[in-house]
């Protein structure tokens, strides 16, 4: 069983940057996290994932090259980079830990956070 606590959300302006955290609670910190995120009005959608070591990531088409997913296993904490910000990134932020499960897909994820709210205005 593990908890999972985001922090780092707000309100920024297009072309901004800002930096998502996820901290785990529990005996370990061995899974695949992965973050999504759900715009109001739309389905959860896949962000980005990091295998346990940091070796693997996997990013939406919409993200990659402004998103970078990574993570301290000391600290139990998965991180995302965002820069160059749109409009379009507005959405509630969540992080998820799969605890043997690659891939993109929501329902290959065991736990998830309450989510940090990211607004991006233009």
């Known amino acids: 069983q593990v908890q999972l606590v985001e922090s780092g959300g707000g309100l920024v302006q297009a072309g901004d940057s800002l930096t998502l955290s996820c901290a785990a609670s529990?005996?370990?910190?061995?899974?695949?996290m992965g973050w999504f995120r759900q715009a109001p009005g739309k389905e959860r959608e896949f962000v980005a994932a990091?295998?346990?070591?940091?070796?693997?990531?996997k990013y939406a088409d919409s993200v990659k090259g402004r998103f970078t997913i990574s993570r301290d296993n000391a600290k139990k904490t998965v991180y995302l980079q965002m820069n160059s910000l749109k409009p379009e990134d507005t959405a509630i932020y969540y992080c998820?830990?799969?605890?043997?499960?690659?891939?993109?897909?929501?329902?290959?994820?065991?736990?998830w956070g309450q989510g940090t709210q990211v607004t991006v205005s233009s």
């Open positions: 529990g005996r370990t910190f061995s899974y695949i």
């Open positions: 998820a830990a799969s605890t043997s499960r690659w891939g993109d897909q929501g329902t290959k994820y065991d736990y």
């Open positions: 990091i295998s346990w070591s940091g070796a693997r990531t």
